[in-house]
C-alpha cells in the first residue's frame, strides 16, 4: 500500500487461499496493480515473476523459495526461522529482513524494483544456488550416507 503509487508498472500477484484472504482483499481495496488469484500451481507466476515475496512468520524448509528460484525469481523473506539460511544468502541469492520490519521489507523491495542489474545479479546467482537442491544430487547425498 505504501509503494504502489510510485510502481505503476509493477503487479503484485498472491497466489493461495487462507484465513487471512478476505481481510487481505479489503486492506487492498483501491490498489489497482493487485490480484488475488486464489489457490492453484504457481510455475506459470514463477516464470513471469522477478520478485517472490514471502512473509512467513515461521516455516520449516520452504519450497516454494526454492521453487521460484528455480525460475530466477529474487526472492525476499523475513529472517525469522533458522532454514531460511539455506536458502537466501542475503545480499548473494536474495534479501533478507531484519524479523517483521515492515520499513525494511518496504526499503528492500523497492530497491530491487528500482535496480535492474542488481536484481538480475541476484537472480542468476539465486538459480545457480538452488541447483544444489536438485534430485539428483539429494539422492546422490542419501545413497552415501547410507553405504557409510
Given at each position: 500500500?505504501?509503494?504502489?503509487?510510485?510502481?505503476k508498472d509493477w503487479k503484485l500477484i498472491i497466489i493461495?487461499?487462507?484465513?487471512?484472504?478476505?481481510?487481505?482483499?479489503?486492506?487492498?481495496?483501491?490498489?489497482?496493480?493487485?490480484?488475488?488469484?486464489?489457490?492453484?500451481?504457481?510455475?506459470?507466476?514463477?516464470?513471469?515473476?522477478?520478485?517472490?515475496?514471502?512473509?512467513?512468520?515461521?516455516?520449516?524448509?520452504?519450497?516454494?523459495?526454492?521453487?521460484?528460484?528455480?525460475?530466477?525469481?529474487?526472492?525476499?523473506?523475513?529472517?525469522?526461522?533458522?532454514?531460511?539460511?539455506?536458502?537466501?544468502?542475503?545480499?548473494?541469492?536474495?534479501?533478507?529482513?531484519?524479523?517483521?520490519?515492515?520499513?525494511?521489507?518496504?526499503?528492500?523491495?523497492?530497491?530491487?524494483?528500482?535496480?535492474?542489474?542488481?536484481?538480475?545479479?541476484?537472480?542468476?546467482?539465486?538459480?545457480?544456488?538452488?541447483?544444489?537442491?536438485?534430485?539428483?544430487?539429494?539422492?546422490?547425498?542419501?545413497?552415501?550416507?547410507?553405504?557409510?
Amino acid at each position: 500500500k505504501e509503494i504502489y503509487k510510485e510502481y505503476k508498472d509493477w503487479k503484485l500477484i498472491i497466489i493461495g487461499d487462507g484465513e487471512d484472504k478476505k481481510n487481505l482483499i479489503n486492506l487492498a481495496n483501491g490498489i489497482k496493480n493487485i490480484e488475488f488469484t486464489g489457490f492453484l500451481e504457481p510455475y506459470e507466476y514463477y516464470q513471469r515473476a522477478s520478485i517472490f515475496c514471502m512473509t512467513s512468520i515461521f516455516e520449516g524448509f520452504p519450497m516454494c523459495l526454492t521453487e521460484a528460484m528455480q525460475f530466477g525469481c529474487v526472492p525476499i523473506a523475513f529472517d525469522s526461522f533458522p532454514a531460511i539460511h539455506d536458502i537466501i544468502i542475503p545480499q548473494q541469492t536474495g534479501e533478507l529482513v531484519c524479523p517483521f520490519s515492515k520499513r525494511e521489507y518496504i526499503q528492500k523491495i523497492t530497491y530491487l524494483m528500482q535496480n535492474d542489474s542488481y536484481r538480475n545479479e541476484l537472480s542468476k546467482k539465486a538459480f545457480n544456488h538452488v541447483k544444489k537442491y536438485d534430485i539428483k544430487k539429494i539422492v546422490e547425498c542419501w545413497i552415501n550416507l547410507i553405504e557409510r
